[in-house]
């Protein structure tokens, strides 16, 4: 499948002036140009965003483009500037003029000192909604300390949370707190647009990966801070510390079974054995919660994934196959919604990628361009904001503006 | 602290009428009331949602309130109806002519029996927004499954990423997709009412937990699909199965460090181990990185952490403090973003729970409400909505409204 026909979306006619880089802000500009928006990335001339020049295992897609920024830059359009010359400032000064949104992640302070911070853009543009998301938060002590995901897992206790009693750090293997900044982005961004849509007034927004990853285990928090009980890991893998057996996932046969909460006597009708009635009481499932855990698993190796879920699916148990990432394209459920999709990149070819998750009837979601070359819109975007032709080859020439070209064909 | 005084929101005079339950549903809608948003939830006669009776160690909070329904129901009113009476539908179609976004998070069909599906409100209120939010969507193979957190975790690979090599399934101890998918239905529902206010049109939001993980793991799937190579979880703790050492989160002398990408040359000068300059080429890092992990490990151990810290962000190194949950309300960048506030509830007391993460500068969220006790606010939502006292008294006294009063001090 291609990109979708362009259908209204609901950020139609919205105009974001994207600054970030790496994980957490170019995801956050991406779902706002899957609502429709329209994204203007300005990136450094000759390098552009970090992301370009990170991998995994070190490889590349078609020999140079990489899987790391692909993911995160689609529905984008880019310009490369140099913002240390004085025509490229002006060149943002235009655009921030005649923008929505400024999204930003730099380090607290280094927008100001360029001359684009909140304060510089609403007298630009009182109507700007402005975002600037940070590691720590814009001030405190560790204002001036790099703020980057796996940092922030581990000082918020995440990285303590998964896995077994003796495993140490367990640290996600997702960008969670980048990811979370991201969604926090958006709901803030398209909050300020709303009160902006009543009221004409714009606004700052600030988020932090510090404030996100703490959001996110507030049911964790709170529960210690008001039952006054710390979590500890189980010993077997049931699936989350304060829970009991048999929250978990297990081996079959041949694969994997998850099992979530379910009443207990339908548990051991499934399972067949009923000497697991012993454990028919809530606390003795959690207090013992590793050795119940281990008994199931000794009867789920019996049967396959498949013959445990025609069992426990007919008793209405809550439980489902797990997989690794590598079988999720061919599920069944995911080809059925549609969760997966291609698009054309002038380098890369054809790249499968994830589909846009949140479905609005009126206007949905749209995939409409691949993720941008380093500058490859430069040209269309300074003449759409009203310089003429000479103008443009003058900044292209004297470097203030790079451009690549996609390669022949 | 208590409750923030109330400042305007940016959703101020926005009605959201709530049928949601545990977790996915109850924390979009408090999301929505932290803006500024008026959330009725309604609750089923009696029992209510189903959180109220599931909590962590099998303990409550003063003897009956569960740290699982307060940590996602604050700035909320509930109402508890019988909906099988039809007393309590018309309660429902009055409310729902009058509110601006029903959320939902039934398994799909429910609502719609119930006669408020989207079809049903959007004939009582043509602007209404309304969201479903479910485990694997609407229609599709599984539609009829249960579809939870931990089942979701599974089936989309998340539980395999974190951890070890040999660690089989690693679940996230955090309800990751149901979070994911509350974040994905602020997205929805914000999206479409910026729509709304410059089109008048309402419609239908979706969202599902599959969809949300599914896109929480993009790049993942990216790099699978594209480079065309599995990720394999490291032996030794690396802090993501695609990156080389040193990512991740280390034991030192008296805790732990994090430390995340950083240039080779320096992390070698701050170890002080000219040895390790052997390890100098991203490649080998990534071949060897269990080896490069175990050497850092072992030398790490040698101090503590805030001595670690204070060589190695002298160098302007990516590393932080890591910690266990425990531990963060007393960290001081934590303590200055006021990132844990208190709020008095009439049963527990005062509880301590995350504050409000997304930070509007003209509309700033706020804690204007303790989560509700079931149908504590029957009464007061029945007359806003134009019910008369004596009619009041007879959906009381008929058992179509319940209602809990706090106890006497």
Known sequence: MTATTHQPGALDGVRVLDFTQLLQGPYATQMLGDLGADVIKVERAGTGDLYRSMTFFNEWIAGRE?????????????????????????????????????????????????????EDCARLNPRIIYCSATGWGRDG??????????????????????????????????????????????QGVLAALYHRER????????????????????????????????????RSGIGHPGNGAPFGIYRTADGWLSIAMNPWDRI??????????RYDDPQARFD???????????????????????????????????QTQDAVHRDPQVMHENLFTSVAHPVAGEIKMT?????????????????????????ELLAGFGYDEAEIDGLIAGGVVSIATPPEK
């Not at 051991?268 to 009635?277: C, F, I, K, N």
């Open 355 to 379: 589909n846009v998750p949140v479905r609005l009837s009126a206007t949905p979601g749209s995939i409409r361009r691949p993720p941008p070359l380093l500058g490859e819109h430069g040209r």
């Open 66 to 118: 990489s899987p790391c920024f692909l993911a995160w830059n689609r529905n984008k359009r880019s310009i490369a500037l140099d913002l240390k010359r004085s025509e490229g400032r002006a060149v943002v000064e235009r655009m921030a003029a005649q923008c929505d949104v400024v999204v930003e992640n730099f380090r607290p302070g280094v927008m100001a000192r360029l001359g684009f911070g909140y």
């Open 199 to 234: 009221t004409g007034r714009g606004q700052e927004v600030q988020v932090s990966l510090l404030a996100s990853a703490l959001a996110f285990q507030a049911q964790d928090f709170f529960t210690i801070h008001n039952l006054h009980r710390s979590f500890e890991r189980p």
């Open 141 to 186: 002590p560790y204002a001036e300390r790099p703020g980057q995901d796996l940092l922030v897992q581990g000082l918020t206790g995440a990285a303590f949370t998964s896995g077994r009693a003796d495993a140490g750090a367990v640290p996600l293997g997702t960008a969670l707190c980048d990811q979370l900044g991201a969604l926090h982005i958006v």
């Open 268 to 277: 051991v009708t499934a399972l067949g054995d009923p000497s697991l009635a």
């Open 288 to 322: 013992r919660r590793d050795e119940v855990f281990e008994a199931i698993q000794k009867i789920l190796l019996a049967r396959t994934t498949d013959e445990w879920l025609e069992i426990m699916l007919g008793l209405d148990l809550w439980v489902a196959r797990a």
